[in-house]
């Protein structure tokens, strides 16, 4: 019996917000979404971005089913320039642990973290309420180099490439690409502190972490010791083109497979804009070395992050 995907989605609503010019630190938005710059008070800029899915999900074959579930988040930031530097805090929130459940959304192939003792196969999980609460600072040291200190209660530490949904190429799918747990899973760490020297389309990045997945309680926030080290290189020629190699040492980060995993990734997308409309293609490698083997994701056309838009999103 033949394995099928069928899915009806509606977004619902969408925002934007620009980069933070520290690239790969903070969450990197580096897809379409128009910049909000709402009104400043005292100074700060205020900007945000979210999107709800409306999706009636069918998973073929004896593994799949059919559902409805509505994926969604939030992001707002606030940011202002100092005597010395620039200053953001940035907030992402999602209602997925209400909306999608506690066992996530059916996706056949797809594998990572747990629920009741279990591992969740062929399912997504759903994000946490708090997917992050972080603060930056970035400091010029000359007209081509900064210093940037980064970190948080929740946050993204300097590894892999940009998390998919912010991710211009992915940011429009509904479903995280199946190799998400080899690529990008750290983007929801409990603890991170990141320092970055940027130099004019170089950015080296070094986090401190805590390397366990988020557990099934959705709610809350998990406290953890820092005890998992990463490092991430960027390269961007230009504004199309953006290539990443990153390396991490992760302790104990899967519920049921305690032990220390070294995850590499190496990724380059390509983007174009005109206008509204936008192209975008990414291509990645990851692989996850662990003490019972290794898993990896490779450069194949059935998990690549693909995206050839023309359609107009409304902001308010």
């Not at 606030?78 to 940035?90: I, K, M, N, P, V």
Request: aromatic fraction near 8%; charge should be neutral.
């Amino acid at each position: 019996m033949g394995l099928g995907r069928r899915q009806i989605v509606l977004a619902l609503w969408s925002l934007g917000f620009s980069v933070i010019p520290a690239a790969a630190v903070a969450q990197d938005a580096a897809h379409d979404h128009i910049q909000m710059n709402m009104p400043a008070n005292g100074g700060w800029q205020l900007m945000q971005d979210g999107i709800v899915f409306a999706e009636l999900n069918h998973q073929g074959g004896p593994r799949g089913g059919r559902e409805f579930v509505v994926p969604n988040w939030w992001m707002g930031m606030a940011s202002r320039d100092l005597s010395r530097g620039r200053l953001t805090f940035t907030g992402m929130l999602s209602l997925d642990p209400a909306t999608v459940g506690k066992n996530g959304y059916r996706e056949i192939f797809q594998t990572g973290e747990a629920l009741n003792g279990r591992p969740l196969i062929d399912r997504q999980h759903p994000h946490d309420l708090f997917m992050q609460l972080a603060a930056v600072w970035r400091v010029p040291m000359g007209e081509s180099t900064g210093i940037t200190l980064a970190g948080g209660p929740v946050g993204e530490p300097a590894l892999g490439p940009v998390a998919f949904m912010h991710r211009a190429s992915a940011a429009d799918n509904p479903t995280a690409p199946l190799g998400h747990h080899t690529l990008d899973s750290t983007h929801i760490a409990f603890g991170v502190v990141t320092a970055a020297v940027d130099r004019g389309p170089f950015v080296v990045e070094v986090s401190l972490f805590n390397g366990r997945e988020p557990d099934e309680n959705r709610w809350d926030i998990e406290v953890g010791r820092f005890d998992s080290l990463s490092g991430r290189i960027w390269y961007r020629p230009g504004d199309e083109w953006e290539l990443q190699a990153s390396s991490g040492r992760l302790e104990d980060p899967e519920q049921l497979e305690p032990g220390i995993i070294i995850r590499t990734t190496a990724s380059g997308s390509w983007t174009r804009r005109n206008g509204m409309a936008i192209s975008s293609v990414t291509a990645a490698y990851g692989r996850n070395n662990t003490d019972h083997g290794a898993r990896s994701c490779r450069p194949t056309p059935w998990w690549r992050d693909r995206r050839w838009s023309r359609r107009v999103r409304f902001s308010h």
